[in-house]
């Protein structure tokens, strides 16, 4: 029984693709949803075979009516599990409830810190020397729901705001696959609260020893 | 001229150990402060020859004539530059003002996140699955000054809280000796708001091959 994955996406899809181009094991991209028109994301889909629509948030009166076209769209494809990759809504309890527990995004932060949005450029100006991406699980709040997976990403003194929001991305790309490849393998449950994957540990030693970091006078 | 660093402490001093274990490069402990009696922290001080004292903040009326003694005890060693050190008390701007942007402190947590008491336990509960820990200058608020350096620490599925308060202490050992001695060679500068000193880049590659995440199946 292969897991039936939905994506949704606003902007140039480069964690859908990412998804697409990853190794989900059992599971599959079944359906991707774009809500802004021209988004890359949407051709992403198409190139890659992938059934694609577009379902604009400015044709719909209010949030709830647009989510539940996304609902239909989803449960047109049989989704097992929703992947918000850069989608720029806030979701109502009418896709929440829809798919409980079974919707998870990537934040380019260290949730709980800087939630929202422009997340990299938050830690950036917070002066913060780590930060980096976070797959939760999605519920009512921005960015509050059960943290399934994080990995850090320095911030380097050499660093602009758009340096940190590539390396961030960069991370994203491999965290997101793998962690919906482990849902799919059944290594993490996202609706349990108790996840289990997670990033690299650092080496405490090379605290030291970081190649950013000046060498001691002699 | 070399550095003169004045430590205070109000626990087991394990952080104080590192900093006297460890080459400081051109700075030398020249005072350490413990003000609960029976702290460890002291013992350690007396056993590697470093003049200590015992300021119980209970023998005065209030913060101020407290913090009057600390600046006192630390003027008449000729500190430069103070560290806080497992230090339990919240300084008033009679401290704060007799060093101005040359008192810094170790957080067991990746700052802004979690500040405060118990933080460890706060990333354990909050479900984050990377923590680590913050050296940063001290300034009015409670841990929101100026981060110098940080490094993380991830959150196994197997930790318990202790495990984990275990794993970021011996990250604080190597960290705070290293911002000392980048201080004291003018690698970093704590009043000039933009250090430059991290803890190690983790390999993005590793996020997929990290030894504690089960292997996909077959």
């Known amino acids: 029984m292969r897991m039936r994955i939905g994506v949704l996406a606003s902007g140039s899809g480069t964690n859908l693709q990412a998804l697409l181009d990853a190794d989900l094991g059992p599971a599959d991209i079944v359906s991707v949803v774009v809500n802004v028109e021209g988004a890359k994301a949407l051709a992403r889909a198409e190139?890659?075979?992938?059934?694609?629509?577009?379902?604009r948030h400015r044709d719909f009166a209010d949030r709830e009516s647009f989510d539940a076209a996304l609902v239909e769209a989803l449960r047109a494809a049989g989704v097992d599990l929703v992947v918000l990759a850069g989608f720029m809504?806030?979701?109502?309890?009418?896709?929440?409830?829809?798919?409980?527990g079974r919707i998870i995004n990537v934040h380019p932060?260290?949730?709980?810190?800087?939630?929202?949005?422009?997340?990299q450029r938050q830690a950036f100006e917070a002066g913060v020397r780590i930060t980096g991406c976070?797959?939760?699980?999605?519920?009512?709040?921005?960015?509050?729901?059960?943290?399934?997976?994080?990995?850090?990403?320095?911030?380097?003194?050499?660093?602009?705001?758009?340096d940190l929001q590539r390396r961030v991305l960069a991370v994203e790309h491999q965290l997101l696959p793998a962690v919906v490849r482990a849902?799919?393998?059944?290594?993490?449950?996202?609706?349990?609260?108790?996840?289990?994957?997670?990033?690299?540990?650092?080496?405490?030693g090379a605290v030291l020893a970081c190649p950013s970091l000046p060498e001691p006078t002699p």
Request: no cysteine; proline share 14%.
């Open 47 to 55: 190139a890659a075979g992938v059934p694609a629509r577009l379902i």
């Open 89 to 100: 809504r806030i979701l109502t309890p009418v896709v929440l409830d829809a798919f409980p």
């Open 109 to 119: 932060s260290l949730l709980p810190a800087f939630p929202g949005v422009d997340a």
């Open 134 to 162: 976070t797959v939760h699980v999605v519920d009512a709040g921005v960015d509050t729901g059960p943290i399934l997976a994080q990995a850090a990403v320095p911030i380097l003194e050499t660093d602009t705001v758009v």
């Open 183 to 204: 849902i799919a393998d059944g290594r993490i449950f996202p609706a349990d609260g108790r996840p289990r994957l997670r990033g690299p540990e650092p080496d405490p």
